[in-house]
């Protein structure tokens, strides 16, 4: 049987149930002084949006912190090209959005001989 997740001892349902000044007090220190800040007005509007549950919502705050009533939620995080799409899970609670979303993708190399050097023009190409 599957363990259920728990964040710091509160079930996904526990920690819905609670004020976001609650849960924060289960967070890191750094996310802990974000919420206690307050969010701007970027990060205001994706809550709104999300509580209209629309159901895709698109923004470019990464640096929202993920909070319990996200949970299930599909959202696009803009990587600085484009939207990818997240499925906000249990195990990404106190997490940023832009962790999801990576800005780098892996370089791709071609086989030797593509304009590398004179001498890899000899290597076999298969």
Do not use: C, N, W
């Not at 964040?7 to 890191?28: A, H």
């Not at 959202?75 to 780098?104: C, N, P, Q, W």
């Amino acid at each position: 049987m599957a363990k259920e997740f728990t964040y710091r001892g509160k079930t996904p349902e526990e920690l819905k149930k609670m004020d976001i000044k609650d849960f924060s007090e289960l967070l890191p220190s750094r996310e802990r002084r974000k919420i206690k800040r307050g969010f701007t007005p970027q990060e205001k509007k994706l809550l709104e949006q999300l509580r209209k549950k629309k159901k895709f919502v698109k923004t470019h705050a990464r640096d929202m912190i993920v909070l319990p009533e996200m949970i299930g939620e599909k959202i696009g995080v803009y990587s600085g090209k484009e939207f990818i799409s997240i499925e906000i899970k249990d195990e990404m609670l106190g997490h940023r959005l832009g962790e999801f979303a990576l800005t780098r993708t892996p370089a791709k190399h071609s086989g030797v001989g593509k304009g590398a050097t004179k001498s890899s023009k000899f290597v076999d190409l298969k």
